[in-house]
């Protein structure tokens, strides 16, 4: 039997946020999988909505790797999962290279250059042109010599406004003896739509395809593509392990999967099935039941607060989802857990009544940023595990809690730097849920 190709792999980062990784790593994409080469994805760090964009461009699962939430076996498994049957892996990172955060997780603080430190691949660098020419080589100096592990392949730069400015800083980088491999020049007609938790889901923009394609023919225009695919590496870290992330919620499992509910980790599904479970999927949005041979309910996370007054008058699904929650474990994270409380009050103030398995009530009216990673422990026995079980996961919301109810905590937590958060979430009887979404257990 063949063995199964394994890609070698590069990472698309850059200084700061902003600065045009996923405009790069989009294109990269589309352009090489144009050129009929097998291109797959990662995403560095917890980011739900980057990896169904990678799936777009390249038809392959992209899953999430994180050096703060996952342990060694865990992460060097979905490395080398992603990259079955590819011959080229790219890996986009988070925020700058090498932002972390200040507590030390299962390997690490979460910075993508902890990935680039242990897979070997290669980084290439996008840098922010605009307002700078020769001064952009004594930053890519500073990003090369940072870290002794990390390694800068290549520079593409992004928002150059003529030919002599990337000539000046194409040069000034060049003498450096690193790369320049492209130059992308302003485009902001092919700039993606965003909304409050970042880019607009891939299934909601309108024309995805044809903005795919545009920005594999700009990449392939401006960027040296066989340079670039030179760059890449074997991973040097090992095959990990093929143990889910968290254990299954139940044997069939029922997922809400609509525009309402769509924050769910690729890695975790492809854990649960591994694990034999089977994954039935239903529309809250469009009235629907959990699927009734199901024994556990996952609401995961998403826009339960663009849909609430939609979510208030399906009477089918909140009455089906009550009635399952009298049988079944029933588990809600960020939209979920809103969806399971009393009342979800939207943008306009207007308060829309939820399904009423837990007492939380949430405003999305009242807004304020709940962001970070957090590590956390289990305050009883249930399907996420025994009491104490540690779990490490994410918050990124801008609802408030009005509310709570007599629920019981769901969870004791702490933030990445230990501050104490108290506990969280609410559980009764058979519902449970909070704002965090779960990555992996600690």
């Known amino acids: 039997m063949a063995e199964r190709a394994t890609a070698r792999g590069l990472i698309v980062a850059a200084p700061a946020s902003g600065t045009g990784k996923t405009t790069l790593t989009l294109g990269l994409l589309a352009a090489l999988r144009a050129r009929g080469v097998a291109v797959g994805a990662v995403k ?7 990896p169904a964009f990678h799936r777009a461009a390249t038809g392959r699962p992209s899953v999430n790797l994180d050096t703060w939430a996952m342990g060694p076996d865990l992460l060097d498994g979905l490395a080398a999962r992603a990259a079955e049957g590819a011959e080229l892996l790219v890996c986009e990172a988070l925020m700058g290279l090498f932002d972390g955060v200040a507590g030390i997780g299962a390997t690490g603080t979460g910075s ?8 070997g ?36 730069l992004n928002n150059v406004g003529s030919l002599r400015h990337t000539a000046l800083a194409g040069s000034a980088i060049e003498a450096l003896g690193i790369p320049l491999l492209g130059a992308l020049p302003r485009a902001p007609d092919l700039t993606l739509p ?21 920005l594999g023919r700009f990449v392939a225009e401006h960027v040296d593509l066989d340079r670039v695919a030179a760059l890449a590496r074997p991973s040097q870290a090992g095959p990990g392990s093929a143990a889910p992330a968290l254990a299954p919620l139940g044997q069939r499992v029922a997922i809400a999967r609509d525009a309402a509910f769509t ?22 949005l469009a009235d629907e039941p959990p699927p ?13 607060e663009l849909h609430a007054g939609r979510l208030a008058a399906n009477g089918r699904f909140r009455e089906a989802l009550r009635a399952a929650a009298e049988r079944m474990p029933v588990y809600g994270e960020c939209g979920g857990y809103m969806v399971m409380g009393e009342t979800l009050e939207d943008a306009d103030g207007v308060t829309h009544p939820m399904t009423g398995l837990l007492g939380v009530r949430t405003s999305f009216a009242r807004r304020r940023l709940h962001l970070g990673y957090r590590r956390a422990e289990l ?13 490490m996961g994410h918050e990124f919301h801008y609802a408030s809690t009005l509310a709570r109810g007599d629920d019981a905590p ?5 933030t990445a730097d230990g501050s104490d958060l108290g506990g969280l979430g609410g559980r009764r009887g058979l519902a449970l849920g909070s704002f965090v979404h779960l990555i992996a257990k600690g």
């Open 121 to 156: 691949w290669p980084v290439l660098l996008v840098v922010n042109a605009k307002g700078q020419s020769q001064s952009a080589a004594a930053l890519v100096k500073g990003f090369a010599t940072y870290r002794d592990d990390v390694t800068i392949g290549g520079v593409v």
């Open 379 to 391: 305050t009883a026995d249930g399907p996420l595990g025994p009491a104490g079980t540690p779990l």
């Open 292 to 304: 009734e041979d199901s024994d556990a309910v996952y609401l995961p996370g998403g826009y339960p």
């Open 44 to 50: 560095s760090g917890p980011d739900y909505i980057d």
């Open 410 to 414: 769901l969870l004791t937590a702490r």
């Open 194 to 214: 965003e909304r409050h938790l970042g880019l607009v889901q891939a299934d909601e923009t309108e024309g995805l395809a044809d903005r795919l394609a545009a």
């Open 263 to 284: 924050f769910v980790y690729p890695h975790l599904m492809e854990g649960w099935r591994a694990a034999g479970a089977e994954l039935r999927f239903f529309s809250p």
């Open 112 to 119: 993508t250059a902890e990935i680039a430190a242990r897979t």
